[in-house]
C-alpha cells in the first residue's frame, strides 16, 4: 500500500505543478555521494582484529563508564577521518557505538549512527530503536533515564516524518516504560499522549493512500518523480488534493509545506485562507481575523487534526492579544489557554529540523593560524549548540594561551570588553572586543564574531556554515603554533531558568530599549536612542543564563522574537525583579501584567553599558 501511496504522490505532485518542491513527506535527505553497501562478514571480521588490535590498551583501560564514552568519541572521530579502508571505517563507528551505549553517552551512540548512514546504506532508525532499547536497560537513575526519554521523542520524530509508524509505535511504548520507572506522572502522561498521536497520524496515512490507490492514473506505479509530458498531465481530483494538504498541515503538522498545497486550491475555502497567512497579515485586524477562521475550522475536525489546529490558531491570536481590548481580548486569551491544553506532543511543529538532526556533534582541530577554519556542520537557524575547546596555542607575537585568551576574567565576556575599563588596559589585553589569543567564531561569510572561549552555547542566529580561530590580526608568523581541540555539538533547547526558579539577563545597551516578556518568548523593543540593543561597535547576543542570543533587527523598532516559554511565569505575581548589575544605568519594572511583561534599560552614559538583572519567575 506505502508503495502505490507514494507512486500516487508523485502523481499529485506533477499535477499540482510543484508539490514536490512544498510537501515534506520524503522520508530521509540524501547524503551528497551514494553510501556504500556495509562490508561483507569477511571485511568485517579481519577490519575487527585490526581495530581491536590497535585500540588494545585503551579498551583494556576503558573500565568505568566515562572511560568507556571518551574511547567512544575518540573512535568515532578516527572514523570520521578514514578515507580510505571502508571496513575499518564501519567497524570503527560499530564499536564507538557499543562503547557509547556502555558509558551511557548517547549523544555519541546516536552520532555514530548518524554518521554511519552518510557512508552505509544501513537502517538508522532500526540501529537507534536497539541501542535506545539496550541503553533503557542500563540505566538505573534518574539523571540516566531522562536523556533516554528525550532521546526516544527525538527519534520517534524521524519515524513520523519517515511515515514508519511502527517503529514510532515501538518508540513512544519504550517511552512510556522508561517515563514509569522515573516514576513521572508527567512524563507518563506525555509519553501515552505521544501512542495516541501516532495512531491517529498512522490512519489518517493510511485513509490518504487508500485515496491515492483509487484515484484514476495513467502513469504505471513508480517510486520516482514523473518527468514526462505525459505523466505531468496526469489528472488529481481537487478532493483528493485537499486531502493529501489536510493530512500534511493538520495531521503532520507541517504547516510550511500544507499552507502552500492547501493554497494551490484557490476555489477550495481552505485554499483561500491557507492564501492569506501565506500573505503575512501584519495587523492586529487582521491577525484576529485569521485566527478566530482557524479556530472556526478546527470545530469542524475531530482528533489531533482539531488539536492541531486550534494551537496554530492560538500563535495568531498570541501576535494580537496585546493591542486588543474587551470581548475580543478575552475571547483570545480564552482561546490561547484552552490550546496550550491540547497542542499535540508528535508532528513537524514540534521537531526539530532534520537537517540539523543530521550531524549531532563534530569533533575538529582550530590550528593558531591567521584564516578561519570552517567545520564541516551545518548548524539550522533557531537550533541551540555547544561549543567546548581545550588546548593552548601561541598567537602572532608568540604569546601562549587556552581558549579563553590571555587576558584577566573581567574581560572575558560574550559582551565583549566592559566600557568602563580603561582604553590603555583593553588595548593591551584584547584585540577588538574579546580577548587576544580567544578562540572566536562566526557565522557563514560574515564579518562580526563572537566570543566562544572553553565553552559557549547559542541559538544560531542563521542558518548555514560555522568557522572558528584565534582572535588575533590576520598576519602570517613562524610564532604561531599549538591547536584548539573542539567540540561542537546540537542540542535541546536548554533550560533558561534555574531549578530555584531564577534567571540572569544581560545586554549590551547603548541608550533606552524595552525587554519584552511574553507566554510565547522574549523580543527587544528599540527605544530610539543610539544604537540597537547588542549592536554597538560590533554584534553581540543578550545572554540569558550564559545562552547567547542574537536579536534580529530586520525590523527596527523592534526585534524577532526568541521563542521560549520558559521566562514566562506560572502566575505572573510571583515574578519578580531580585538585582540589578548596571555600572552606568539602571533596569526597571515598567508593567506586569497576563499578557507581557516589560523590563526598562537606561544607559545615558556614552558608549554602551553592560546591563545584567536577575528575575524571579518561579520555581521549576
Known amino acids: 500500500m506505502k508503495h502505490h501511496y507514494r507512486a500516487s504522490c508523485w502523481a499529485l505532485a506533477a499535477a499540482l505543478g510543484h508539490m514536490l518542491a512544498v510537501c515534506s513527506l520524503a522520508a530521509t535527505t540524501q547524503p551528497a555521494t551514494q553510501p556504500a553497501a556495509i562490508p561483507d562478514d569477511a571485511a568485517q571480521t579481519k577490519a ?17 563508564e566515562p572511560a568507556k564514552a571518551a574511547l567512544a568519541r575518540k573512535m568515532l572521530q578516527s572514523a570520521i577521518e578514514t578515507a580510505n579502508d571502508s571496513a575499518g571505517r564501519f567497524i570503527l563507528f560499530q564499536r564507538a557505538r557499543e562503547l557509547a551505549v556502555e558509558g551511557l553517552d548517547l549523544d555519541t551512540a546516536l552520532t555514530a549512527v548518524s554518521e554511519a548512514q552518510r557512508y552505509y546504506q544501513l537502517d538508522g532508525i532500526t540501529f537507534k530503536t536497539k541501542l535506545l532499547t539496550d541503553a533503557s536497560r542500563k540505566a538505573h537513575t534518574a539523571t540516566e533515564m531522562v536523556p533516554i526519554l528525550d532521546h526516544v521523542n527525538d527519534v520517534i520524530e524521524e519515524c513520523v516524518a519517515a511515515d514508519r509508524f511502527s517503529d514510532a509505535m515501538t518508540l513512544a511504548k519504550l517511552g512510556i ?12 502522561k506525555e509519553a501515552r499522549q505521544r501512542l495516541d498521536e501516532i495512531g491517529q497520524i498512522s490512519a489518517a496515512f493510511a485513509a490518504v493512500a487508500r485515496e491515492q490507490e483509487n484515484l484514476p492514473a495513467t502513469e504505471p506505479a513508480t517510486s520516482e518523480p514523473p518527468t514526462t509530458p505525459a505523466t ?6 481537487p478532493a483528493a488534493s485537499e486531502q493529501m494538504a489536510k493530512y500534511v498541515c493538520f495531521v503532520k503538522g507541517d504547516w510550511k509545506a500544507g499552507l502552500a498545497l492547501l493554497a494551490l486550491l484557490p476555489d477550495a475555502a481552505l485554499g483561500k485562507v491557507a492564501q492569506t497567512e501565506l500573505d503575512g497579515p501584519d495587523t492586529p485586524d487582521a491577525q484576529l481575523a485569521l485566527a478566530d477562521t482557524w479556530w472556526d475550522i478546527s470545530l469542524a475536525e475531530q482528533g489531533i487534526s482539531r488539536n492541531r489546529i486550534q494551537a496554530h490558531a492560538a500563535s495568531w491570536y498570541s501576535k494580537a492579544v496585546t493591542t486588543l481590548s474587551g470581548l475580543a481580548r478575552a475571547r483570545a486569551e480564552t482561546r490561547i489557554k484552552a490550546a496550550e491544553g491540547v497542542t499535540p506532543l508528535v508532528g513537524a511543529t514540534t521537531t526539530q529540523s532534520a537537517k540539523s538532526r543530521a550531524v549531532v556533534y563534530r569533533f575538529a582541530t582550530i590550528p593558531s593560524s591567521e584564516q578561519w577554519i570552517k567545520i564541516d556542520f551545518p548548524v539550522v537557524e533557531n537550533e541551540y549548540y555547544e561549543v567546548s575547546a581545550k588546548g593552548t596555542w601561541s598567537d602572532v607575537t608568540g604569546k601562549s594561551c587556552g581558549p579563553a585568551g590571555a587576558s584577566q576574567a573581567h574581560f572575558i565576556s560574550a559582551l565583549g570588553a566592559p566600557a568602563e575599563i580603561p582604553d590603555a588596559q583593553r588595548e593591551s589585553f584584547c584585540f577588538g572586543k574579546f580577548p587576544k589569543g580567544a578562540l572566536i567564531g562566526r557565522f557563514n561569510e560574515d564579518e562580526w564574531r563572537f566570543f566562544c572561549g572553553e565553552h559557549v552555547r547559542f541559538c544560531a542566529p542563521r542558518s548555514g556554515t560555522i568557522s572558528f580561530r584565534i582572535n588575533d590580526p590576520e598576519l602570517m608568523s613562524d610564532k604561531r603554533s599549538g591547536a584548539m581541540n573542539l567540540l561542537i555539538r546540537h542540542i535541546a533547547p536548554p533550560a533558561l531558568v534555574d531549578p530555584d526558579g531564577t534567571v540572569t539577563i544581560s545586554a549590551l545597551v547603548d541608550g533606552h530599549d524595552v525587554l519584552h516578556l511574553t507566554p510565547d518568548g522574549i523580543y527587544w523593543e528599540y527605544g530610539g536612542e543610539n544604537r540597537h540593543v547588542g549592536r554597538w561597535q560590533g554584534t553581540y547576543p543578550t545572554l540569558i543564563n550564559g545562552v547567547c542570543w542574537w536579536p534580529n533587527w530586520e525590523k527596527n523598532d523592534h526585534s524577532d522574537m526568541l521563542a521560549t516559554g520558559d521566562l514566562w511565569p506560572a ?9 540589578v548589575e548596571a555600572h552606568r544605568g539602571r533596569v526597571l519594572l ?13 544607559n545615558r552614559s556614552p558608549g554602551a553599558n553592560h546591563d545584567t538583572c536577575m528575575l524571579f519567575v518561579g520555581k521549576r
Open 232 to 237: 505531468q498531465a496526469t489528472i488529481a481530483q
Open 48 to 64: 575487527r582484529a585490526v581495530v581491536a588490535e590497535a585500540y588494545r590498551k585503551e579498551l583494556a583501560a576503558a573500565r568505568t
Open 177 to 188: 516504560s522508561v517515563s514509569s520507572r522515573l516514576n513521572s506522572p508527567r512524563a507518563t
Open 590 to 602: 515598567v508593567a506586569s501584567n497576563r499578557t507581557e511583561i516589560r523590563l526598562e534599560f537606561r
Open 571 to 579: 502566575h505572573v505575581e510571583q515574578f519578580k525583579l531580585l538585582s
